[in-house]
């Protein structure tokens, strides 16, 4: 494998003033896992991979603010669900999960992720059902070269199906214990490729209950902490700031920095007045249009003037779609223009011109996402000094030719597939060439599950239909109807209050 890869005469999406996009035809020297020269002509150097970039546009990596990248075994169940559904159907069936599923399906997750040009993602893991899950998520995310900040999240453990009732206690000393040998080993892979972050949802429990878990991940140094807001009241999710103040989490009230980097996931519904509070408290919000238009989780915020500089996206569920952050771009865009477009309309008038643009939605997923996982200095933009994430696309596709030509950022958002990606690298290294992605070397603490040291991905997906069909045979007996009812009584829910979107 080479050290240094030249990305030679490629039309660069360079970032520059206010993120105002600047196309430029340049070449791109990488040396190790760093950008060094941005300039035309560049010479390579003795034993460096050229790549020739001739009618390709290179992008920064995109940046998923939130996933649940576990979920690849449960791909198309939520084709037809909202929230509720998705519930006992989606997350709580970490609790069936072997230890095998996590692996299998962590990897295929990581690696759809790559092949539609995701480079970063946050993954909000709540697959802590039982010891020693976290730490194979983790050897997968390694295993398939993404850069990760793998967001440990204790979570519900299944006790019984039916009725369905979940363990009362969500820290369990074996939960405390699987965390801190994480600290202690983090970060992990080349060049701490994979960081460790923690992502929490228990905001019903009593300050004093959760903060051994964050003794552990302060002493850490573990430095971002995830969150789902869901709008709305009927369900029960944290609302914040307010949550976080009342941990003691926030360091506004003591003209201090917060104690982690705080991404908040989906935040739908949230009033002008929490928006504010939450650009005051320097939280970011993690939109995903594709889940939350879907689900009923109310209007996506990541468009919306009052929250729009603090926001990122994120896909979400890799059981519902969620694989591509261009994907998110384009509908959340459209969605958000739709919306705004309507009101017009409704006042018997004809639109002007339309609402936000597709600079706006790029950098959503580019610029802003690396700013809200704290890594603006490193990723998200092409730039000398950064680390080398980029993804290369086809100009003259069939999808994107004329587009590309005159109006790059517009051809990326509004007419690229994950086909249309040619190359994809991330820390220097490339994962994906001439459209398909490269084998993978299994890590270490994986190779007992696999049996091997490099995979394929004809065998990986082959490995995944396999556990699909096993995971799917001890789902078919289990009443998701029922358990909906389970749900709304545990969580003291007026079953008035949830109606059919129809």
């Known amino acids: 494998m080479s050290s240094s890869l030249l990305l030679k005469n490629g039309t660069a999406l360079i970032h520059g003033i206010n993120d105002k996009i600047v196309p430029t035809r340049t070449d791109i020297l990488i040396e190790g896992n760093v950008i060094t020269h941005i300039e035309a002509g560049i010479s390579a150097p003795a034993g460096t991979e050229v790549i020739d970039c001739t009618d390709k546009i290179i992008s920064p990596g995109f940046i998923d603010g939130h996933q649940h990248v576990w979920q690849t075994l449960n791909r198309g169940r939520h084709a037809d669900d909202g929230l509720l559904e998705y519930m006992p159907k989606g997350a709580l069936t970490s609790s069936i999960h072997t230890n095998e599923d996590i692996f299998w399906g962590e990897l295929g997750g990581c690696l759809a992720l790559l092949n539609a040009g995701t480079t970063t993602v946050c993954d909000h893991s709540h697959v802590n059902v039982a010891s020693g899950r976290a730490k194979t998520a983790v050897s997968a995310a390694v295993t398939s070269g993404i850069r990760s900040?793998?967001?440990f999240t204790p979570f519900s453990v299944v006790k019984t199906w039916d009725p369905l009732v979940?363990?009362?206690?969500?820290?369990?000393?074996?939960?405390?214990?699987?965390?801190?040998?994480?600290?202690?080993?983090?970060?992990f892979g080349p060049n701490g490729r994979v960081q460790l972050g923690l992502g929490f949802d228990g905001w019903h429990l009593p300050q004093e209950a959760a903060a051994p878990l964050f003794d552990i991940a302060l002493k850490g140094g573990v430095k971002l902490l995830t969150a789902h807001s869901v709008g709305g009241d009927v369900w029960p999710f944290g609302k914040f700031p307010q949550s976080l103040e009342r941990y003691?989490?926030?360091?506004?009230?003591?003209?201090?920095?917060?104690?982690?980097?705080?991404?908040?996931?989906?935040?739908?519904?949230?009033?002008?007045?929490q928006a504010k509070a939450f650009v005051e408290n320097d939280l970011y919000v993690a939109s995903s249009p594709g889940t939350e238009l879907q689900m009923g989780q109310g209007r996506s915020v990541g468009f919306d003037d009052s929250i729009r500089a603090k926001a990122c996206l994120g896909a979400d569920c890799q059981s519902n779609g969620g694989i591509s952050i261009v994907g998110e771009m384009r509908l959340g865009l459209q969605a958000e223009r739709g919306?705004?477009?309507?009101?017009?309309?409704?006042?018997?008038?004809?639109?002007k011109s339309v609402h936000r643009t597709v600079e706006q939605a790029y950098n959503l997923g580019t610029i802003q996402g690396a700013r809200a996982l704290g890594l603006e200095d490193k990723v998200g933009s092409i730039a000398v000094g950064k680390l080398a994430d980029l993804v290369v696309f086809e100009a003259d596709s069939p999808a994107m030719v004329c587009a590309a030509q005159t109006e790059p950022v517009a051809a990326i958002v509004l007419f690229s597939t994950a086909e249309d990606i040619t190359t994809v690298i991330v820390d220097g290294v490339v994962r994906k060439s001439d459209g398909k992605l490269r084998p993978v070397q299994v890590d270490e603490a994986a190779r007992e599950i696999v049996g091997k040291?490099?995979?394929?991905?004809?065998?990986?997906?082959?490995?995944?239909?396999?556990?699909?069909?096993?995971?799917?045979i001890k789902n078919s007996s289990l009443d998701f109807k029922k358990m909906e009812k389970d749900l709304?009584?545990?969580?003291?829910?007026?079953?008035?209050?949830i109606a059919d979107g129809v």
């Not at 939960?175 to 040998?181: G, I, M, Q």
């Open 248 to 273: 003691g989490l926030l360091g506004k009230s003591e003209g201090k920095k917060n104690k982690f980097q705080i991404v908040i996931s989906h935040a739908t519904e949230i009033s002008e007045e």
């Open 488 to 497: 709304l009584q545990a969580w003291a829910i007026d079953e008035s209050k």
């Open 339 to 351: 919306m705004r477009n309507q009101k017009i309309v409704d006042s018997g008038r004809a639109i």
């Open 453 to 472: 040291d490099t995979l394929v991905w004809k065998e990986i997906g082959k490995r995944l239909m396999k556990r699909r069909d096993e995971y799917w």
């Open 166 to 187: 979940v363990e009362s206690e969500l820290l369990p000393p074996w939960v405390l214990s699987d965390f801190s040998e994480l600290v202690e080993k983090a970060p």
């Open 149 to 151: 900040i793998y967001c």
